[in-house]
């Protein structure tokens, strides 16, 4: 795979038996892609993915109330609780 092909990877938070998990979720129909993808399963080679959010203000809530994170008012900023 000489010429990597990025993928957008999206983020989904869910639960698994009680735990916070993110689950990264990607349905591919470009077949020159599909090709990429299969020849890099293969041959054990990594592929290059940047994970993203649909929308970044559901997933901050889902995680906040997930407990992965949480916000500190009196530094206005976002911790992991992980």
């Known amino acids: 795979m000489d010429d990597k092909i990025p993928l957008d990877i999206n983020i989904h938070i869910a639960d ?3 735990t916070p998990v993110i689950e990264l979720r990607k349905h591919i ?9 299969i ?12 994970p993203k959010f649909n929308n970044l203000h ?6 906040t109330q997930k ?12 911790f992991f609780n992980i």
Do not use: F, M, W
């Open 16 to 18: 698994r038996n009680g």
């Open 39 to 50: 020849q890099a399963a293969y041959h054990e080679s990594p592929i290059i993915i940047y």
């Open 58 to 63: 559901q997933a901050i809530a889902a995680l």
């Open 29 to 37: 129909v470009k077949p020159l892609l599909i090709k990429e993808v």
């Open 67 to 78: 407990g992965i994170l949480y916000y500190d008012a009196d530094k206005k900023q976002y």
